[in-house]
């Protein structure tokens, strides 16, 4: 049974930096399509970044561009999410999703939650 695990979150100062690491386990498959997601209170869930094979081209949402970085780990089924620049509207629960490919099954984390906060 896949599991998808993240780590990292905690409350860290604005303007203060994080990473939130993303691991699944469970399969001998390689997953092809990796983000992160996060909700915060009261908001939908969005897709803060994403990248798809070797990691090329990542996307990102407009909110964190600049500030955030994701990044596949050398490790199979790893994903890294390095937060810079945190603001207090960055608070909230942060997600993992891996997919084996643009139409597989996402295989979702229970989430780490990140506040940013003075």
């Known amino acids: 049974q896949v599991q998808v695990v993240e780590s990292g979150g905690g409350l860290v100062q604005p303007g203060g930096s994080v990473r939130l690491s993303c691991a699944a386990s469970?399969?001998?498959?390689?997953?092809?399509?990796m983000a992160w997601y996060r909700q915060a209170p009261g908001k939908q869930r969005e897709l803060v970044a994403g990248v798809t094979g070797t990691g090329g081209n990542p996307e990102y949402a407009d909110s964190v561009k600049g500030r955030f970085t994701i990044s596949r780990g050398n490790a199979k089924n790893t994903v890294y999410l390095q937060m810079n620049s945190l603001k207090a509207e960055d608070t909230a629960v942060y997600y993992c999703?891996?997919?084996?490919?643009?139409?597989?099954?996402?295989?979702w984390g229970k989430g780490t939650l990140v506040t940013v906060s003075s």
């Open positions: 469970g399969t001998i498959l390689s997953f092809n399509v």
């Open positions: 999703k891996m997919k084996l490919g643009p139409y597989g099954m996402p295989y």
